[in-house]
Structures are given as structure tokens and as C-alpha cells.
């Protein structure tokens, strides 16, 4: 594929660009390589095809992801290439809607959809045109031959550093061989004079020789040198005969060359300047254009598109391929207000330019007969759209593979086509095919060291709720359907949750049931080697793109070294694994569980409930050892949310007030979420002890035991004798539906750890003593340079607290431990968090600060994080200045811990990234480094009641063992509501902003 088509395709999203070599070489070299192909077709698709750098990720996989055997020259040659996937959809007015509506706006599924911003039109003979599609042709090598030995691919790194003249001696040498690549890339240095004299004929003999062998990109070459007149007299017609020879190996900017220059036949421009401004004039109202709809300022728009596209008319011509897309831009500002008779002649020309232009099979036409099909669907004419569907759909398979994102779009649209007409059965099979090819995707990403996984799984989620709301309309329409399709949804609702908060859990549990120290080591050792490169590998990006004049070249140069040398270490930890522990990938992969095997893993007195929350609808599923329901919610994700944050709102404490002096808490709200969300299925909870709750959504932010389960008859702010959830059930929280199969089946293979108790709290802080646990208001400002908090501003900012060593000593008390196993003040640092061998413990506990990715404000690569609060050093460095990172704790802890107890404020908050899911911070990083079981917090707590629950809870739990770790918190908050000592901590702000992560359940 070209790089003008790859171009137009990236503009609306964010992908990652990925470089693969062959095997023959140094790992060391390979990556090198590979990474200096990725960037190559970075910096060009930038540079010359305005392409957001932004939007362009970058990374070396060296010769870690063949495609063919290496042991040939032809596998070697289809390993050389570069990968590009889609990380994340950016808000483009491009962008594809994922969630199918039934509104009059049309839905978007290319990059031709919707109001188009086309680049701009070229002239055949301006220099533009071509030079900016073969001056790297030698990277683009997914469609090329390759080279079997150095020369090539060492001229090749020469010419990225703009070394053209050390590069020559070594592209003749393959050339002379007889190797394609090297062979276009001669003649384009040739023609463009780069290290050599131009040379018009010595460029015509390679770009022949090479087009000769088949090369598609040596095809395009010559096919421009036809047009020109370059070493050879024009001919326009066998550039034509070139240009399809090269269209025909997938090389798809060869047909909008023959597009232009049947259009230039047909309507030649008389003088070139004038031309060019006018088509300049045309990109700038364009511009305004996209803007303006961006806006919803359709009617504000509809006179600029009219000029711009009168503007192209008069340059191009009237069947110029840029005229079909202002037609199209127009067409869409008419239907976005429901204009459709002025809409539909528009999406009609453009449609019959773009075939007569471009092709009848081409990917714009596809975008056209879409956008038409979504005008006749918005009218209810179903006959007319139909077959305009089905045909778009059929071009992009075609184009793009039959699992390609696009695709799923098309195929999303498609369901939403026959839902509105009721047709659920065909609905169904389309959105199936939709979800499966997206939940490929996620596979895909687990298996590979990808950045974006998160937020691609978020951009996913339209379509696996529009699968749930055709399942259940489907289960209405057939009773007899409804076991199988409650099965398929509940596995389809897991997709909603895979992430990597889940992975975290999976990859613990995966080491723990290797059975074998050594394999346990492996495995984490590669896990924190990918997170380190990663790490790395972002913080480069961001460091690359920085301005020229802002740049650290010494610190760039060292990122680039560092994350080579993480990648050749993962590449062989990788190979050892799978030679070692060949059972650790599938282990780690997230893949749905049955609803059978939950009720098996599931025991007598627990349950689980799992929600999808939806654009308009949400969904719940409830399972239990021997029933089974599977619900739609009529209240959207936004409903939800709306009702969280007004609950949200009352329960942290105000940094202004007394903590005793909490607003009321709105209990009807709370009761009519309950309603909402699990009422109906009281009747098959009225066994179950213990809920296991997998939330989406506002709902991750939420304790499920402040919902109300019936309206109080008297005062409603009488806390004490509400009939709050917690009353009657305790409550866990899973990040997902598959963590509860790995805590069970995986984590308990490990060995139990020898001690019952470590804890670390009351560090050496000098700040305001009222201030208590809540630093909600306070801010940390890292180092302008290395990014470390300074000694002296931690420790004078941050309150004491004197209680927290209280609450570790009685908890230590409880659970068998004696006082060397509690380290306070001066002791509650980092370096003795490393010094411990916290593997040795089964309870891990610390008793402090906690700040949440936004108070800590940091100038230095890498985005701000959550952080523990510790005894801060005499003078900072970047290893200590007094806040354990989640980073830091994911990378340096190593545990067994089967409960790590965070008496700390806002410790279950997400890690500060867009859209990041719930526990993704500091519960995340604790469950990476080896807990089974979370304590953790959803707002900031206050001291006392904090001491009195944590210990009440470990006196239970130590007592009755069997009752789980749930029970033992739901018996704390019931003993801090009902004992009239704490008639102050009645505010559910007191006594609930704890909940269990991770295994709870009874007897755990």
C-alpha cells in the first residue's frame, strides 16, 4: 500500500507503526533496524502528508514477529516490512461511530465519511506528487522485494540519517546483485539528486530494471517518469499500463494517479499558479468547513462548503475524485439537518465520480454507497439502502481483509440496519461478526507488548453494547433462545471489562501457578521487563515530540539505547518462557468464562453480578451456584453516572468543615439505584451471603454497601436504622469476571507465605496535625528537571499521623505478630519497604498518605501517578523522595501477600490516564506485584473510624476465619454503625469508603 493511501486511512486515529526485520544479524542490530524503519515512515507520513505526528506511535519489534520462515530468502524478504495498527480512535469529525444510532446524522465508517478534509490536490507535474511517494519507497517493504544480505539494510540506516552519499557504493553493490529495492531506491536518489548528480537516465535504468522484477513501488517509479519525461520521452499511456500493474500488487495511490490524469485530460489547467492558489483557498475554506460542523454549525458551514467545492470544480473539472469529496462534505452538512432531497443528488454525483474516477471496487466508493444507504435508512427507504450496504461492505472485505476495524464498523452499521426494522435474527449475525473480529483485536494486544490497550478496548465498547441490546431484543422476540444467548452475552460483557487491571490479576495468578520458584521468577522478570520497556517506549515518544528547540538529545539518545536494550532482554525472556513455561501465554490471555464453570468456581452462599453499562441501555447478569439471569437496566451510562456523583458528592469529607459536619446523604437516590440496578433480582439473592460485583462505569467508583435497599419510614439521615446493602450482603470487587477463575484456580497453587503480619505506617511527617488523613486540597510539584518531590516540601505539607501507628500495632496484635514487624517514623521509609522480604507475609498493611495521579504534578517524562506517602529522605533522589509510586511498586515489590491491606485515602482511584478503568492506580500495581486480596479506599477517610475498622474487621476475620475477608469488612461498618461509641461515624463517609478487591469470598 502507498503512502498517500496509508495517509488518508491514518489521518482520523492514532496507530502504531511497527518495524520487523529477518533474523539474519545481532538482536541489538535487528531492533536498531526496526525501529529506524518505523521512523522513517513516521517522519514521511508527516512530513509530507500532514499526518498528526501526535496520532503516530512508533516501535522496533526487531525479529520477534516473523510472518514467514527465515531458513528462505523469499520468508526473509515478507519478514523485512512495517505493521500498522490502529491504537485509538481520535475525535475526528471522521471518526467511526461504534455505537449505531437511528438519528438522521450519517454514521461513519472511512475516512471518506461524513465532512471530509482531503488533502490537498496535486498536479502530476508537481513535484509533490511524486517525490513524496517514492523518496522512502525502500521502507515501505510490506509490498516489495527484499534484500538477502547488509548492504541494503545498511544503506538503508544511512539514508535515514540523510547520508546519501555513504549510502550509494552500498545500493549499487545489491543492485548490481539484482535486488529490486535497492534498485528503486537508486533510481530515486538518481532522480531527486540526493548524494549523487541527478542523473535522468541512470534513474530511468534502475526504476525499469526493478519495475521489470515486479517491484510495485519501482512500477509507480517508472510509471511517474513516463509522465515527466524523465530519462526517457512522455508517455502517458504506458505510465497508465505501469500505474495498473502497480494498483493490481495493492499499490493503491497508483489509481488515484490515473484519476488524475484522466481528469487532466479532460479538463487541463492553463496556468499552474493560479491553480494552485485556488485549490489553497479551497483547503482553507474546507478547514473552516470541518470546524464548523465539528461545532454543529451546519447551516454556518453549508455556504462555505458551496464555495469550496465551486472553487474545485472550476480548477479540476467537474469529475475530478477531490470535487467528489466536497459534494460528499456538502451532502453531509444537508443531512445533519435533515435536509435529505438536498443531501441525496450530492451523495449520488460523488458516488458516480468516485467509480468512473477511482473504480468500482475502490474504498471511497465503499464510503459513498455508505453514507447514501445511511441517507435512505434515515427515510425509512429499507429496499434502496439494503443492497447499497451490503455492496460497501463487500468492497472493504475486499480492501482491507475481512478483520480489519473498518470492517467491523461496516458490519456494527449493518446490525443497526436491520435492528431498526426489527429484523434481530439478521442484526445478530451482523454485530457477531463485528464483535468477534474486535475481540481479536484485544487477544492480539494481550499477546503483544502494546501500549493503548486500555483505551482501544474503550473505543470497542459501542459495539459490545449494541450485541447486548440485539441479544436481549432477540431474547424477547424467541423465549427459547434465552440460555444461549444469556451464554453468549455474558461473554461478550467480559469484553467490556478486559483490560489491564484484569491482566495485572491474570499475570499474578499465572506465577503463582507455575509451580516452580524458577518459573515464577521468569515469568515476572518478563513482566516487568515489558512494563519497563513500555514505560521507556513512551516516555521516548514524548520526548521526541517535544519542539526542536525544547529537545534533550543526550536523554534521547539514552531512551533510544535503554529501550533496545529492554527489547533484546524481553525478546530472550519471551523465548525462555516459552520454551520453559509454554502454558504462561495462554494463561495471561483474556478470554471469557463460561457462566458454567462460574457457578463451579462460585461457593454455596456467594454469587456473582456483572454489569455493561450502554450508550442508552445497560445490563446485568446474575449467577449463582444453580440459577442464572441475564437483564436488561432502560437507564444509560450517563443515568448512572448522574446518580453515582450526587452519591459521590456527600460522601467525601469537606476539607472546609469537621468531618462530622458531612452534608446529608441522599438516601433516596441511593435506594433509587438500588431499584435500578439489582432490586429485581432480590428474590435469587435471598441465599446469598456474599456478592461478588463486577462493575462498569460510574459504578467502578461506587461501595455497593451505601445502596439502600428500602426507603426509611422515618428520618431518613438516621443513619443507623437505614437499610443499607451491606445490612444484608457482603460485597467484593473483581476487576473482572475472569479474575475470580484465576484467584481460584491459579493463585492458590503458590505457597502460603510463614508470617501472619508486616505493616508500615506513621511516617515522619511535620505538617498541620488537624489535617488528619485527607490531603485532598494539597498539591506536589516535582523538579523541573529530574521530577522528584523536594524533601522538605513532603515533609512539611503532609499532617502526622500517631493513630496509624496505633492501628498497627493492635492489628498485628490480632493476627499473631510481634513489634518487629511494624516499622514506623524513620522506619517507614522506602529503602526499608526493599530492604523487607515482604514474600515472607500473608497480611501486607500500610497506614499513611495515599495521593491519587493529580496531586502530584510532575515535569519530567512519564505522566503523574498515584503514590503511598512515606518518611521522606534527608535530600531526594530519583529512586527516593518519599512517595512510593505504582510504578515503583509494580517494578521493585515482590509479594505473597494473600491480603495487602491500603488504610489510606482514595487508594481504589484509577491511575490518572484518559478514560483508565477503576483500580487501575495503586490496587492495579499492588496486584501485579503478587496480592490475591485488596483493602482499599474510593475517597479520602477519616483517622478514627479508619483505626476502628480495619481493626474490628481483623478481629473478625482472624475469629472466624471461614466467614472470608468480605464478611469480616461488612461486620466492621456494621459494628461502627450500630455501637452508640461512634454516634459520630454514622455518615456512610465514615464507615464505607473501604471495599474488598480481589478474592473475598467466603472461607478466603
Known sequence: MALLSIASALKPYKYEIGGHTDSRGSAVYNLKLSIKRAKAIRKTLCRKYDVDCNNLLTRGYGEAHPIASNSSRSGRSANRRVSIKRVETT?????????????????????????????????????????????????????????????????????????????????????????????????????????????????????????????????????ILYVRGIGT????????????????????????????????????????QPQNLALQQAKELNSQVVKLYQQGKYAEAVPLAKQALAISEQALGTNHPD?????????????????????????????????????????????????????????????????????????????????????????????????????YAKALDYVRRASRIYQERIVANSREATSGGDKERTGFKGTFGWHLGIAAARVAEAP?????????????????????????????????????????????????????????????????????????????????????????????????????????????????????????????GEGLVSFALGVDKSFVWLITPDQISFRQIERSANDIAKQVNLLRDKLSPDPDKNDRLRQAFPVTIAHALYQDILAPEAARLANIKTLFVVPDGALESLPFSVLVTKLPTGNPEDYQNVAWLSRAWATVTLPTVSS???????????????????????????GDPSANRDIGGIRLVGDINSGVIPANRLSTILSPLPDTAKELRANAKTLGAGANSIFLQEQASIPQVRRTRLTDYRVVQFATHALVAGQIQQFQ??????????????????????????????????????????????????????????????????????????????????????????????????DNPQIGRAEALRRAQMYVLDNPDYDYYKHPGSWAPFVVAGEGGVGR
Open 861 to 958: 517524562l512519564g505522566q503523574a501517578e498515584p503514590a503511598i506517602a512515606l518518611t521522606p529522605p534527608p535530600q531526594s533522589t530519583k529512586d527516593n523522595d518519599g512517595l512510593l509510586r505504582a510504578s515503583q511498586i509494580a517494578a521493585d515489590l515482590k509479594l505473597n501477600a494473600d491480603w495487602v491491606v491500603l488504610s489510606a485515602c482514595n487508594t481504589a482511584a484509577p491511575d490518572g490516564s484518559s478514560g483508565a478503568p477503576g483500580l487501575s492506580g495503586l490496587a492495579k500495581a499492588f496486584f501485579y506485584a503478587g496480592a490475591k486480596a485488596m483493602l482499599v479506599s474510593h475517597w479520602s477517610i477519616v483517622s478514627q473510624p479508619a483505626v476502628v475498622l480495619t481493626g474490628h474487621m481483623f478481629q473478625q476475620w482472624q
Open 740 to 766: 475470580l477463575r484465576a484467584l481460584r484456580t491459579l493463585a492458590t497453587k503458590g505457597q502460603t507465605a510463614p508470617q501472619p503480619f508486616v505493616g508500615f505506617g506513621d511516617p515522619k511527617f511535620e
Open 480 to 604: 427459547e433462545l434465552r440460555d444461549e444467548l444469556t451464554a453468549e452475552s455474558f461473554a461478550i460483557s467480559q469484553l467490556f471489562h478486559a483490560g489491564s487491571v484484569g491482566n495485572a490479576v491474570a499475570q499474578m495468578a499465572a506465577r503463582f501457578a507455575s509451580g516452580s520458584s524458577a518459573l515464577a521468577d521468569l515469568a515476572r522478570a518478563k513482566e516487568d521487563t515489558q512494563t519497563m520497556w513500555l514505560k521507556t517506549e513512551a516516555d521516548l515518544i514524548t520526548a521526541i515530540g517535544k519542539p526542536n528547540d525544547q529537545q534533550n538529545p543526550t536523554l534521547i539518545q539514552n531512551l533510544r539505547t535503554r529501550s533496545q536494550e529492554l527489547k533484546t532482554q524481553l525478546d530472550a525472556l519471551n523465548q525462555r518462557l516459552a520454551q520453559e513455561f509454554p502454558d504462561y501465554a495462554e494463561l495471561t490471555i483474556p478470554q471469557p468464562t463460561a457462566i458454567d464453570q462460574v457457578q463451579r468456581l462460585l461457593k454455596p
Open 91 to 223: 475525535k475526528t469529525l471522521a471518526q467511526h461511530q461504534e455505537q449505531v444510532s437511528t438519528s438522521n446524522e450519517p454514521q461513519v465508517v472511512s475516512n471518506n465519511a461524513h465532512v471530509q478534509q482531503p488533502t490537498p490536490t496535486q498536479s502530476i507535474t508537481s513535484p509533490s506528487t511524486t517525490e513524496a511517494n517514492v523518496k522512502k519507497v525502500p521502507e515501505n517493504v510490506q509490498q516489495s522485494q527484499g534484500s538477502d544480505d547488509y548492504e541494503f539494510t545498511q544503506a538503508m540506516l544511512l539514508i535515514d540519517q540523510g547520508q546519501y552519499a555513504q549510502a550509494l557504493p552500498l545500493l549499487q553493490q545489491a543492485a548490481n546483485r539484482g535486488e529490486a529495492m535497492a534498485q528503486t531506491a537508486l533510481a530515486v536518489m538518481y532522480w531527486q539528486g540526493q548524494g549523487v548528480t541527478k542523473n535522468p537516465d541512470q534513474a530511468f535504468k534502475w526504476a525499469n530494471k526493478a519495475a521489470k522484477q515486479g517491484d510495485p513501488n519501482a512500477q509507480f517509479v517508472l510509471a
Open 233 to 272: 520521452n512522455k508517455n502517458p499511456e504506458l505510465a497508465v499500463q505501469w500505474l495498473r500493474k502497480a494498483a493490481a500488487q495493492g499499490h493503491e495511490n497508483a489509481l488515484a494517479i490515473i484519476a488524475q490524469l484522466k481528469a487532466q485530460q479532460e479538463s487541463p489547467p492553463a496556468n499552474n
Open 323 to 423: 470535487v467528489a469529496n466536497g459534494l460528499n462534505n456538502l451532502a453531509a452538512l444537508y443531512t445533519a439537518q435533515g435536509q435529505y432531497q438536498q443531501a441525496e443528488p450530492l451523495y449520488q454525483r460523488s458516488l458516480k465520480i468516485r467509480e468512473q474516477a477511482l473504480g468500482a471496487n475502490h474504498p471511497d466508493v465503499a464510503a459513498s454507497l455508505h453514507n447514501l444507504a445511511e441517507l435512505y435508512r434515515a427515510q425509512g427507504q429499507y429496499q434502496q439502502a439494503e443492497p447499497l450496504y451490503q455492496r460497501s461492505l463487500k468492497i472493504w472485505e475486499q480492501a482491507l481483509g475481512a478483520n480489519h476495524p473498518d470492517v467491523a464498523t461496516s458490519l456494527n452499521n449493518l446490525a443497526g440496519f436491520y435492528y431498526v426494522q426489527r429484523q
